[in-house]
């Protein structure tokens, strides 16, 4: 089985940094792109940031600036750092990679459970 399971979330004030962690697991064959989208209450799933298995990245406009996605091939892991933090940021962060499992010859997205960030003061 393959798994991902994202770390890092929390209260913090405007203005402030957080850092967002997702790491595979399980019968992992090769992982192609990751990326991180984010629900706020009555709102639907939006896209944060991408970033191919070689280092591409995309973001959307309004974390531009702001938000930087990186990966650890080694460690089957993404990470969001989020800087300049607004409440318009409160979501929940939900991470997702293409990956081909072991026991299958094709790729399949998978999403890890979320975590909840929440910007006040």
């Known amino acids: 089985q393959v798994q991902l399971v994202e770390s890092g979330g929390g209260l913090v004030q405007p203005g402030g940094s957080l850092r967002l962690s997702c790491a595979a697991s399980?019968?992992?064959?090769?992982?192609?792109?990751m990326g991180w989208y984010r629900q706020a209450p009555g709102k639907q799933r939006e896209l944060v940031a991408t970033?191919?298995?070689?280092?591409?990245?995309n973001y959307a406009d309004s974390v531009k600036g702001r938000f930087t996605i990186s990966r650890d091939n080694a460690k089957l892991t993404v990470y969001l750092q989020m800087n300049s933090l607004k409440p318009e940021d409160t979501a929940v962060y939900y991470c997702?990679?293409?990956?081909?499992?072991?026991?299958?010859?094709?790729?399949?997205?998978?999403w890890g459970q979320g975590t909840q960030v929440t910007v006040s003061s």
């Open positions: 399980g019968s992992i064959f090769g992982i192609f792109p």
């Open positions: 997702n990679a293409e990956i081909r499992p072991t026991y299958d010859s094709s790729t399949r997205t998978y």
């Open positions: 970033i191919t298995s070689g280092g591409s990245t």
